[in-house]
């Protein structure tokens, strides 16, 4: 996992709310052995409609999405949270996350930040006035900003998952962050423990 400190982009407004992981990458996708491939699958029953909003060219290459209410809830499958980022979002913006895909964003390096509804609206009217809009989501600040619409909002986030982004450190990174006291246990440890 990469650490993450600052991500800068562009975003794309999806009004929605109550999206369930289903929604982000039908159980179909759910078949692949390999943890890559998923970015064909995100949103591919609503990616038949021709106006839904990432099939809209103003929003090709946005990095940041921003959600509705309820935003990943239904099944804890992390496919939800990989199709996501590797369709090329770093970020999502949402009032409230279900805990199950947040604890899975934080997992694998996609950064849910969760900001009240009003503040929601405000980035939807601001990044579709004008799709060029920037946004930056500071993890070591713990804000988000949309400057060139005077928007400005602290999220919160649990010191262990912010610790997580700061320094890059999956499950296995923080297990391997610990390695010298591992071996050290590991020597002392009685030869009948086997």
């Not at 759910?30 to 943890?35: G, N, Q, S, T």
């Not at 509705?68 to 992390?78: L, M, T």
Request: net charge negative.
């Amino acid at each position: 996992m990469k650490s993450v400190h600052v991500i800068s982009g562009r975003g794309v407004p999806l009004r929605r709310s109550d999206v369930d992981t289903d929604q982000i990458i039908p159980a179909e996708w759910l078949k692949r052995v390999e943890r890559t491939g998923f970015e064909k699958g995100l949103f591919s029953t609503w990616r038949d409609d021709r106006n839904f909003v990432l099939n809209d060219e103003r929003y090709v290459g946005a990095s940041i999405l921003v959600a509705g209410p309820s935003f990943g809830v239904g099944s804890s499958r992390e496919h939800a949270v990989w199709a996501i980022q590797q369709g090329g979002f770093d970020a999502v913006i949402a009032p409230s996350f279900s805990d199950i895909f947040r604890n899975n964003c934080a997992k694998n390096g996609l950064v849910p930040v969760v900001v009240p509804e009003a503040t929601v609206e405000a980035i939807w009217a601001a990044i579709e006035a004008d799709p060029a809009t920037e946004i930056t989501v500071d993890v070591e600040r713990l804000s988000v900003e949309v400057p060139a619409a005077g928007i400005t909002h602290t999220f919160p986030m649990e010191p262990q998952t912010r610790y997580r982004f700061l320094n890059g450190l999956d499950d296995v990174g923080i297990t391997m962050s610990h390695a010298d006291d591992i071996t050290s246990y590991e020597k002392a440890r009685p030869a009948w423990l086997g």
